[in-house]
Each structure stands twice: as C-alpha cells, then as structure tokens.
C-alpha cells in the first residue's frame, strides 16, 4: 500500500499490532473492533509526538504505549461497574509482551537477529555497518524485512 499521508501508512504499518492488543483485552468482535478505532483515535490525537524528529527509532514502542493506554481507558468506560482485579499486573503483561519479542528475534536468521538486537539498543545504522561489516543501506533492507518477519510472528 502506498500513500502520501504518513498517518495512514503509520496505521498500514502497525494494524497487526493494534489487532493483536485489541484482542488481547477482548474477544468479542464488535468490542475488539471499537477498541481499535479508540487506538487509530489516540495515535491520530498523538501523531505530532509519533513524527518528531529523532523518535524513528521508538515509533514502535510510542505507538504501542499509546495505543495499550486508549485501549485500557476505553474499557474503563465500557465496563464502569467492572473493576480490575487485584491480580491484574500490568507490569508483568509488559514484561510477558518483552518475552514473546525476544522469542521471535531468536527466530531470525544471523546476522539479522544482531541487526535489530543492536537497533533496540539505539545503534545508529552506520555503527551496526561498521560492527557487522555492511553498508547502512544493506542494515537498513536487512532490519526492514527482519521487521516484517517479527510482525508476521505477532499476528
């Protein structure tokens, strides 16, 4: 899908995401499908921060903290009378979430696994060329389709 708008093409790249959070809070079609409009409405509210400048490489993490936080608010308003249970952990969620992410990088092949392991620590593309012996262009094809192979995994 090619657009100019890059709202729409943010929401092309991360619909699997979003469905995936959506129905991980609920699995009724209907609800999954309003929580996911309430996510495209948070990140539409929140695009000037998603675009900045120099936040390319935590567009992910933005996008999914936006979305899981307009997801729990909009359920808050469906169910007012349900309350949380005391056993709701939203940390341990985060790190169960950080677990599946690591699982699925252990599927890629080398060098693509160091290629985006180094870009979660903040390596610039050059120094990921530079350590791994590629060009940044190659790093950048690289991580791109290791990208699209996570994104698959998460579907």
Not at 21 to 46: F, K
Not at 81 to 93: F, I, K
Request: glycine content about 6%; charged content about 30%; overall charge negative.
């Amino acid at each position: 899908m090619r657009t100019k708008d890059p709202f729409e093409a943010l929401l092309h790249r991360y619909r699997g995401l979003l469905f995936t959070l959506c129905r991980r809070y609920s699995t009724r079609g209907l609800e999954v499908e309003d929580l996911v409009q309430e996510a495209s409405v948070a990140l539409w509210r929140a695009r000037g921060k998603i675009f900045e400048q120099g936040l390319a490489v935590q567009e992910a993490a933005l996008v999914w903290k936006i979305s899981r936080n307009a997801v729990i608010d909009a359920l808050r308003s469906y169910h007012q009378h349900d309350e949380l249970p005391e056993s709701y952990d939203t940390v341990a969620e985060d790190r169960t979430l950080v677990h599946e992410l690591h699982e699925q990088i252990a599927t890629l092949t080398e060098p693509d696994r160091t290629i985006v392991r180094m870009q979660l620590e903040g390596y610039s593309y050059e120094e990921i060329g530079q350590s791994l012996g590629m060009s940044e262009k190659n790093v950048s094809v690289r991580l791109v389709r290791a990208k699209e192979k996570l994104r698959e995994g998460f579907v």
